[in-house]
């Protein structure tokens, strides 16, 4: 069953295999434009381990790929009793987000023993040290969403920071009554965060009603509830346990249908100019002496 905070929940996957008897036919789709990763496509064979993770499996929602995701990373990790990492992330350039969605974990970081539980948010800045343990009796379950971050020269890294979304405030979409909110985790102006990772929240019947098309790439992970999206010229339904990947500019909007709340984990990538030259035109001395600065 999915964990619950107060009126909402998370959904987790558990793996699994479906038996012989099972219809072929499922709702995952791929296109040039958006992909829908049904839940029961999230089964034990589809799971990767990672280097100097131990009992641990993931799930590889999306990646940097030609024709898919460009800016950004998610899996949904799986930790098993006395597992985890003291080398989680390999790349001192990359940012993370940790959402967690079903069990407990102690997050270290910067000398500092974090209690982590379904909802708890944290977010790690590059070039920092952190491990994670499950040192509960039950498997944890969380999201992990990895970027690489876009150093500004004259902004200083953001902060590591870890909350709880029972401690943020939604905020409502103007003229929507509280019908439509998002729990926002980072402050919108503050542009040292070239990443948002948030919460939206649909109570039933609401909707987004036009079809938003913007440069902001997106991952949706339906956290809670079932929906109608509209994916560029496709309604498609989804239900908690689903993900969605948005390609930029890819039209979208959505019903949500009830008899709960609707919720979905945001990703979307912000506040920085559009490149002008291909990725490897960056090069990776530039990269880190803009670090360097950012750090300083």
Not at 149 to 160: F, K, Q, R, T
Request: with cysteine; net charge negative; aromatic share 12%.
């Amino acid at each position: 069953m999915p964990q619950s905070n107060g009126p909402y929940s998370y959904y987790a996957p558990k793996g699994g295999h479906p038996g012989q008897e099972t219809l072929l036919t499922d709702r995952a789709v791929f296109t040039q434009a958006y992909a829908v990763i049904p839940r029961g496509t999230m089964r034990d064979i589809v799971t990767s381990a990672l280097p100097f993770w131990e009992g641990t499996r993931v799930w590889i929602l999306s990646r940097p790929l030609s024709g898919f995701a460009e800016t950004f990373s998610q899996y949904i990790v799986e930790v098993s009793p006395e597992g985890g990492s003291d080398r989680p992330e390999t790349d001192p350039m990359a940012e993370g987000v940790i959402f967690v969605v079903e069990g407990e974990a102690v997050l270290t970081a910067e000398g500092q023993s974090y209690p982590l539980r379904a909802g708890s948010y944290a977010y790690l800045p590059p070039q920092t040290g952190w491990t994670i343990r499950n040192k509960s009796a039950e498997a944890v379950r969380f999201h992990w969403i990895r970027k690489a971050y876009e150093p500004v020269d004259g902004l200083d890294l953001p902060e590591l920071f870890v909350t709880h979304e029972s401690e943020i405030t939604p905020n409502a979409m103007p003229g929507t009554e509280g019908k439509w909110a998002t729990t926002r985790f980072v402050d919108p102006e503050d542009l040292r965060h070239d990443m948002h990772v948030n919460v939206v929240t649909f109570q039933p019947g609401a909707v987004i009603p036009f079809a938003e098309t913007h440069v902001m790439e997106h991952g949706l992970y339906v956290l809670q509830g079932k929906a109608v999206y509209r994916l560029n010229q496709d309604w498609v339904e989804v239900e908690a346990g689903d993900y969605m990947w948005l390609r930029a500019f890819c039209p979208q909007a959505c019903y949500a249908g009830g008899p709960g709340p609707f919720r979905y984990l945001l990703y979307k990538d912000v506040n920085r100019h559009a490149k002008l030259r291909p990725a490897a035109g960056f090069e990776a001395g530039t990269r880190q002496q803009a670090f360097r600065n950012a750090a300083e």
